[in-house]
């Protein structure tokens, strides 16, 4: 059997995990990159259905994916063990994505469905095998900078594979994009397969101990309250949040939040420490998850109506070459069904015909910026999506080289107040869409520049690096050993949460029309969100000091 390496370096386990992740999210972030663009799109034959609709099944479906981990982290705990669960959930995300690439409505939810459902077994415990690689006192040392590692395999995923959509569905069609995402993942998991010898050893299930809920009775207290809350959520008459699906969805985290709850008031003196301090970061990370599922969200729709996407004439070509530009028309077409740029005209004898305007894209452009010859080339709206990767691939050595300096003169930044300063910049990301609603007399009548989304990303980019690697690193240092796989479900829950919001928010995003009060909203939330952690900060530090030694 191969042994734990004794000098303090990386085990070649971490490359391993850094690659199958890596694949895995290519596949996840192409998919969900284009999922609100081929619900909405009427032009090259998406579904066609209203923003508002595409946006609240966009937020339920990624609120339900960061759900699900809860479930798939007990699952793993208690019986299936961690390498088993990560296969099965890739196979599960592998057939919905090339579910997707059918034409059916009934397809694509199921694979949807395959999608949510195997998340929940992959996410989770690919991150708590990543934990358990550096439980050692050789290791631990150098878990934040592995998790920092195996987030930098998630964005270089994230940051390729939205120029394989913007191709593969120019050139080709939105099925061959979903198509993608599922070869991509099934890549993922032969690697993995083919280097199990370098993980087996780490795949150690934890065995029932005094005190632990067995899981047929977090079933009949959790799950089985869940789909009962949900069922009445979803048939409640009115909607109060707006969709059936919203109040489903809300209704049904009532009793896993209150499990989560009783986790901290039945355990022991030791154990509420570290279970309290993670419920309260989890509790403002929502804030922090909002802002960043802005991304398939809010900034989608931003990007794709809101935004100039035109290139200059001499780089046409060059990008034509690689497929990355969609060609715009500004002659109506006639379609066979309406929709919110539609126009109902008649012909000679008074009969309707139904005539849509010009491309989307040029109802909010005064006609006289129009191109004359009615024709335009712009940029695909999900390339957009790998600006945040790439400040993250960019941005990630210089961080880490910042905090060792600071370690070095021994002010070193503590977890805590990484996630404090984390909350404060994303909502100066948020602020950055403020002033860029500001920058065009109207966004219903311009657009607005390009420059806002990079600046944008690139502010969030610092936010996320303070706070989404090292949560996961949180979690495996804070949470009893015997709650590790569900306190990593409870920080995924967290991302559950923050991603209905911000499908939420999406979902109105037509009843806003001031987009300052928008984003204002999500800034003055996250801000105050920091702040509350920094009122908390000497306590939480001392919690981290008791249970590792260092803050």
Not at 63 to 81: E, M, Q
Not at 118 to 132: E, M
Not at 334 to 339: F, H, K, P, Q
């Amino acid at each position: 059997m191969n042994q734990a390496p004794k000098t303090g370096k990386h085990p070649r386990g971490l490359m391993v995990l850094f690659f199958t992740e890596m694949w895995e999210r290519f596949g996840y972030y192409l998919m969900v990159g284009i999922l609100l663009l081929y619900l909405i799109n009427t032009t090259t034959g998406g579904k066609g259905l209203p923003r508002a609709m595409g946006a609240d099944i966009v937020g339920t479906f990624i609120a339900l994916v960061y759900l699900t981990p809860f479930i798939g982290g007990l699952i793993a705990d208690r019986y299936l063990g961690y390498i088993r669960s990560i296969f099965l959930g890739g196979s599960l995300m592998a057939a919905g994505y090339l579910m997707l690439a059918l034409p059916y409505d009934i397809t694509m939810y199921i694979g949807l469905g395959c999608i949510i459902i195997g998340n929940g077994f992959f996410k989770p415990n690919i991150s708590t095998l990543l934990g358990n690689m550096y439980n050692t006192d050789e290791l631990r040392p150098l878990k934040d900078n592995a998790y920092n590692i195996f987030y930098m395999g998630i964005n270089i995923g994230a940051l390729v594979c939205n120029f394989a959509a913007a191709i593969l569905r120019n050139r080709i069609g939105w099925w061959a994009a979903f198509s993608a995402a599922g070869v991509g993942l099934i890549i993922g998991l032969i690697w993995l397969a083919f280097n199990l010898k370098h993980v087996k050893r780490y795949d150690v299930k934890k065995p029932m101990q005094a005190g632990d809920m067995p899981f047929s009775k977090i079933f009949g207290s959790v799950f089985l309250p869940m789909i009962v809350f949900g069922i009445i959520g979803w048939f409640l008459p009115g909607n109060f949040m707006g969709s059936d699906s919203n109040d489903a969805f809300i209704l049904a985290c009532i009793p896993v939040i209150y499990f989560y709850g009783s986790l901290w008031f039945k355990g022991n003196a030791e154990d509420k420490k570290g279970v309290g301090a993670l419920l309260f970061i989890f509790a403002i990370s929502i804030i922090f998850w909002t802002i960043y599922n802005q991304n398939s969200t809010g900034l989608t729709i931003w990007a794709e109506s809101h935004t100039d996407r035109s290139i200059p004439k001499f780089m046409e070509q060059p990008a034509d070459a690689v497929y990355t530009l969609q060609n715009l028309t500004t002659t109506p077409r006639e379609v066979d069904s309406l929709d919110q740029y539609m126009r109902v005209v008649t012909d000679a004898a008074g009969n309707p015909i139904k005539t849509m305007g010009p491309d989307p894209y040029f109802v909010n452009l005064p006609k006289e910026k129009w191109p004359p010859d009615g024709l335009a080339k712009v940029g695909n709206t999900e390339l957009f999506q790998s600006i945040n990767p790439f400040f993250i691939v960019a941005f990630t050595p210089l961080l880490i080289m910042f905090f060792a300096y600071m370690a070095q003169r021994n002010r070193p930044v503590s977890t805590a107040k990484k996630f404090a300063w984390a909350l404060i910049i994303s909502g100066l990301s948020a602020l950055v869409m403020v002033f860029a609603a500001m920058s065009v007399p109207s966004i219903y009548t311009h657009k607005a520049s390009p420059f806002w989304l990079f600046l944008t990303y690139g502010v969030f980019t610092v936010s996320e690096i303070c706070l989404s690697p090292i949560g996961l690193s949180f979690v495996s240092k804070l949470a009893p050993p015997r709650l590790t796989a569900l306190m990593m479900g409870g920080w995924f829950l967290s991302t559950s949460l923050g991603g209905k919001v911000a499908g939420v928010m999406a979902s109105f995003w037509d009843k806003i029309p001031d987009k300052k009060v928008f984003f204002g909203i999500i800034t003055a939330a996250a801000i105050l969100g920091g702040l509350l952690i920094f009122s908390k900060i000497k306590s939480l530090e001392q919690i981290t000091r008791d249970k590792t030694g260092s803050a």
